[in-house]
Structures are given as C-alpha cells and as structure tokens.
C-alpha cells in the first residue's frame, strides 16, 4: 500500500530522561528509510505552540546515542493545558503539514497527546521516565540508567557510613511510585526501603530494621526513601528521636537524570522510536509504544492511560528474605 504520511513531528516534552535522544535518532532514521520527511519541534508542547521547530536529518541526529538529556530540549506548557493553546498547536502542525506527531515522554505528555489527537492531529506515544510509572507498559526509557546513576552514589555513601558506623537516609527520585526506590534498595541492601504503594508504619518499616540490623551485628544502616512517602530530612529526624543515633541525609535528585544512557536504555529507545513510526507509516497511529514480555505492542491512547501499573509484591519479598533478621511482610499491606 503506498505510503500516505509525507512529514512527522517529534517532541519531547516533561522530565527528560536518559535515552530520549536515542529514541529521537530512530525516529527521525527510521522516517528517512520510509521516505518520510522529520521535523524537529523544541521544547516540547509549548515549543508547538509557539512553532519552535527544526528541520531534521540523518546527519543532524548523528552521535547523539550515547547523549543524556535531549537535543530538543523539554518544557512544561501550561498553554497546553487550554483550548486556545490547543488550536494554535493544530494550526502550527497544519502549516508545517504534519501527518503525525511523535511524542516522547510521561503521563502529562500522553494527556496531551491524546488532546491533540481529540483534534484531528495523529499522535504515537513512546515512554521515556525514569519512575517507570506509565501502566501501559513494563518498562520506560531512562529507568536503568536512573536506577545505575542511585546504585552508583549510594555505593560511595555506604563507603563513608561503614567507615564511620553511620546510619545515611537516601531519597531518591519517582513521583508518586515506588520502583526506583525498590529496585535500587534491593541491589544496595539497604537497610529498608520505603515506598508510597506501602503505608508507612514508622516502628515496624524503619525502627526495628535497623534495631535488628544492628543486634545481628551491623554498626551502618542505609534507608532508601522513594519521594512520593515524603522528606527524607523528615524521616531523618523520626530515626533520631526513636533511637538516638544521627543519620546523614542525602537526596540525590535531578542527578539521577542526567548521564549517559545505559545499553538497555539505547537498545530500547531505538526500537521504540522504531516502531513508532512504522506504526504511522502502516496507516495506525493514536497509539502508544510499550514493551510486554520483551516484546514491543501498541496500546490505543485513551486504553493506556486508564491502566495502572503496581508495584511488584514479589521485590519486597526479595528485600524480606535477603534483609538481616526483619520482621514479615504482610502482603495485605501492599497495593495490587
């Protein structure tokens, strides 16, 4: 059949992640090889409106791979949010003559675009966050390189607190959800690991952990707090109101952001930014690109964004059975 689309657009728009710029290089080679013409539009939804745009090539996309944060940079638009906004977004994607947009991000990003695709613009979704919190799919750009970036800073804090027979309190990034947190807790044996899908009981998760930490012999303790269960300084305080002992208190914010993506990261981002333009070029589109088993599938918009995605009890019994004489889970106490 032949091939309809002539020109596409892509973005990326909210939290940048590590791998957005491989996923942009894909997007733009693999609309080169289906004779389809790419047009870079900047900082996001906003850059839209504003028609903030670039013309893109193979070339201009060459050794961008290996890049953290995005060549197109990324903003948030309160504009967007508004039906004015909205038209005049339309309005630029007909003066460039459009077909699509490609639109690489999180859940605000999928918000919108399922708002510019309400208005006759086609739109194909690609998952890019670090809290790998979209329920659509199992996995999201820019996750592993987060969860390497923690795994890496935390090692050297557990250097120092070894050192000097310290308690340290790690926060670290994933909106309202827990994944970075867990994952990264269990491949640091931390000490607890508290997350925003489990209520929080301060004596059970936190005090006797490190009281059992520390009769079964051990003089150092790590506590990874996601951030969507609160302050890490706050929670700092509680330890050394309950115990006695004073922890340090690092958060380790935007930097698990930056860096350069991971091989998974690149490798994903590429077939992401693959398939979602061979979904425009097949004459789908209104989609979002996730992964299920390993395996890449398109999930119609308005679906994937009433799916939820819930932590894995199964970690938690990971973190259970490797943690130094702590007390039962109760899987009661878990959502999902």
């Not at 027979?165 to 909106?175: D, K, L």
Request: glycine fraction near 12%.
């Amino acid at each position: 059949m032949e091939n309809k689309i002539k020109r596409i657009g892509v973005l990326t728009s909210g939290g940048d992640s590590p791998g957005m710029n491989a996923a942009v290089r894909a997007v733009v080679r693999t609309a080169i090889s289906c004779g389809v013409q790419c047009v870079g539009i900047r900082r996001g939804w906003q850059g839209l409106i504003n028609s903030d745009f670039v013309q893109l090539d193979a070339a201009s996309v060459g050794h961008i791979i290996g890049k953290g944060g995005t060549i197109l940079y990324t903003a948030r638009s309160e504009d967007f949010l508004t039906d004015k906004g909205r038209q005049r977004a339309v309005s630029t994607c007909k003066m460039l003559g459009l077909d699509g947009i490609v639109a690489i991000g999180g859940d605000g990003t999928f918000r919108g675009a399922l708002a510019l695709s309400r208005l006759g613009v086609p739109v194909v979704g690609v998952p890019a966050t670090i809290d790998n919190d979209i329920g659509c799919s199992n996995y999201t750009i820019g996750f592993d390189t987060a969860c390497n970036t923690a795994i890496d800073c935390i090692d050297k804090l557990r250097d120092t607190m070894q050192s000097h027979e310290r308690c340290s309190v790690v926060e670290v990034m994933g909106r309202n959800a827990g994944f970075l947190a867990l994952y990264v807790g269990i491949a640091v044996g931390a000490t607890a690991v508290l997350v925003p899908e489990r209520e929080l009981d301060f004596e059970r998760d936190v005090v006797e952990r490190i009281r059992n930490a520390r009769l079964a012999g051990n003089t150092h303790f790590m506590i990874v707090v996601a951030e969507g269960v609160g302050s890490a300084v706050e929670i700092g305080k509680q330890i050394h109101e309950a115990i006695g002992i004073e922890p340090r208190v690092t958060v380790l914010g935007h930097i698990q952001r930056g860096g350069a993506p991971s091989a998974r990261d690149r490798e994903t981002a590429t077939r992401m930014g693959y398939f979602a333009v061979r979904s425009f070029v097949e004459g789908r589109g209104n989609c979002i690109i996730g992964t299920r088993e390993g395996e890449m599938v398109e999930i119609p918009i308005e679906e994937a964004l009433t799916m939820k995605k819930y932590l894995q009890m199964e970690r938690y019994k990971v973190l259970e059975a490797v943690s130094v004489s702590v007390p039962k889970v109760n899987p009661n106490d878990l959502d999902g």
